[in-house]
């Protein structure tokens, strides 16, 4: 089987979505759409959706889509579809940007699946076929008080553990932007406080400021009363390109560390943050090398008996969950979420949901082959944005 075509569909859809400047739903916000497709001479195509800033959720720039038809396709016509480890490896050496890269390796894995008639994480080889999720939050929901309410009403949804993003580059006070001053310490305590009042001390619960303090002394502060409310985990506390930070950070608190979130570099940098014990349980996501990456960072650090919990919802993340050990990947990252927003809410190009939450706080598996999607091609067709 060969690669024949590469190609690159920008169409306009919507979805409910989060104000983060003005704490307020944004409901069917417009937004493009992208579906990349392989081509192969057997019939069989791959696809993915999305791309662009978070994950599945968005798709791809004008500057992207030009270097998969350009560079990329050059690159790839005429190779097999199947030798997914060799091109994953040509994207990088080549150092193509990781986000481009990730969503060829994710439309091949798709291809993959599509071809052998099976879901992706069954041809990884299946670990489990349901993955406890937790409700993770839209920073800036609102004063610290609307983070309990929410975090109340999802538990009585069925989620068992509910993860705070907290005020940053926003006051919340005021109800106004800050961007000369991201950390909000005393509200973002008090927020951790009353989360737990609510929920009570059954529920899980984890918190990430994604990089916001920008000393380890307010980290250090921060992480000390997260221990007194027992949270699972604290994730990207710091800018993540500090690593020594963290090294102090990982050594002077006992709850665990969860980093890198967003750093470049995939599983090399990782596994340089496991070597260096900056982080006491790694993060990737399929947007940072793929599937192909992700799994070999979830290898990585089952090897060395840490946890890899994997970051952001979608197909190709849920597949990645599938198809690793609940000792090493633990949960399911639902959301963003937020109070009138209808994460849950169909898109309109796809016929089915990838991530519904059961009543005892699961999400299943995509049984479809592939990444699981169900696609609606005439929604998209009716809704493509010509170049």
């Known amino acids: 089987m060969k690669i024949t075509d590469i190609r690159v569909t920008p169409f306009r859809t919507y979805a409910d979505r989060w104000d983060v400047g003005r704490a307020q739903p944004l409901p069917a916000t417009e937004m493009v759409q992208t579906v990349t497709c392989?081509?192969?001479?057997?019939?069989?195509?791959?696809?993915?959706?999305?791309g662009g800033s978070h994950g599945d959720q968005?798709?791809?720039?004008?500057?992207?889509?030009?270097?998969?038809?350009?560079?990329?396709?050059?690159?790839?016509?005429?190779?097999d579809p199947y030798d997914r480890e060799m091109i994953w490896k040509w994207l990088w050496v080549a150092n193509?940007?990781?986000?481009?890269?990730s969503v060829i390796d994710l439309a091949l894995w798709d291809l993959a699946g599509r071809g052998i008639g099976l879901p992706v994480y069954k041809v990884m080889g299946g670990a489990r076929d349901r993955v406890k999720a937790y409700a993770s939050t839209y920073p800036n929901i609102g004063k610290p008080y609307v983070y309990a309410e929410h975090a109340l009403a999802c538990k009585e949804e069925g989620f068992l553990a509910y993860k705070i993003h907290p005020h940053y580059f926003w006051d919340p006070s005021t109800g106004t932007p800050t961007p000369g001053r991201p950390s909000n310490i005393k509200a973002d305590i008090e927020t951790c406080y009353l989360v737990r009042e609510a929920v009570g001390s059954d529920m899980v619960l984890m918190y990430d400021p994604w990089g916001t303090y920008m000393t380890v002394e307010e980290a250090i502060q921060v992480g000390r009363e997260l221990e007194k409310l027992d949270f699972y985990w604290y994730e990207h506390p710091m800018p993540e390109y500090r690593v020594e930070s963290y090294v102090r950070l990982a050594r002077e608190l006992t709850i665990p560390i969860l980093s890198p979130e967003i750093a470049a570099g995939g599983v090399?940098?990782?596994?340089?943050?496991?070597?260096?014990?900056?982080?006491?349980?790694?993060?990737?996501?399929?947007?940072?090398?793929?599937i192909t990456g992700a799994r070999k960072t979830a290898i990585v650090c089952e090897a060395y008996g840490v946890r890899c919990e994997i970051h952001m919802s979608g197909f190709g993340n849920?597949?990645?969950?599938?198809?690793?050990?609940?000792?090493t990947s633990e949960y399911y990252e639902k959301g963003l979420l937020a109070p009138g927003v209808d994460y849950d809410a169909p898109h309109p190009y796809l016929k089915n949901i990838c991530d519904q939450l059961a009543p005892d706080g699961y999400v299943a598996l995509p049984a479809a082959p592939g990444l699981g999607y169900e696609i609606d091609w005439e929604y998209i067709d009716d809704n493509i944005i010509k170049s």
Do not use: P
């Not at 392989?38 to 999305?50: A, H, K, N, V």
């Open 38 to 50: 392989i081509d192969t001479d057997e019939g069989i195509q791959g696809y993915f959706f999305g």
């Open 58 to 79: 968005d798709g791809l720039g004008v500057d992207d889509r030009r270097l998969i038809l350009g560079r990329i396709k050059d690159l790839l016509v005429g190779q």
């Open 96 to 101: 193509i940007q990781e986000n481009v890269a």
């Open 268 to 290: 090399f940098t990782r596994a340089e943050w496991i070597l260096r014990g900056a982080s006491d349980m790694s993060r990737i996501d399929v947007m940072r090398g793929g």
């Open 318 to 327: 849920l597949q990645v969950c599938g198809a690793t050990s609940e000792d």
